[in-house]
């Protein structure tokens, strides 16, 4: 069973930044898609941003502001967060794909999942 635990979130101001970790035990394969999503009170839980392969893919609401990234070496995913909004507050979770090699954006073919770690943003 693979592991996932968050780390990195808190409370920020808007307009500022915080990097999200990931990190899996034992390991998650390269192939395998990695993501991280939100939920906020209320809403459901969206993806943000896939990390396969070869590609990233990222919710046109967080392009140009978030990048996530994997080193496979140290079994870890991040999510550098920069000119956050109060829109962005939420509990982000990261999580592995089901399968290697599959659809990154299929939030309902991701099986392993974090415990979440909040982000709050402050206007």
């Known amino acids: 069973q693979v592991q996932l635990v968050e780390s990195g979130g808190g409370s920020v101001q808007a307009g500022g930044s915080l990097k999200l970790a990931c990190a899996a035990s034992p390991y998650v394969e390269s192939s395998r898609c990695m993501g991280w999503f939100r939920q906020a009170p209320g809403k459901e839980r969206e993806g943000v941003a896939y990390i396969g392969a070869f590609a990233t893919d990222y919710a046109d609401s967080v392009k140009g502001r978030f990048t996530i990234s994997r080193d496979n070496n140290k079994n870890t995913m991040y999510l550098q967060m920069n000119s956050l909004k109060p829109e962005d507050a939420a509990m982000y979770y990261c999580?592995?794909?089901?399968?290697?090699?599959?659809?990154?954006?299929?939030?309902?073919?991701?099986?392993?999942w974090g415990q979440g770690t909040q982000v709050t943003v402050s206007s």
């Open positions: 999580a592995a794909h089901r399968a290697v090699w599959g659809a990154c954006r299929r939030v309902d073919e991701y099986e392993y």
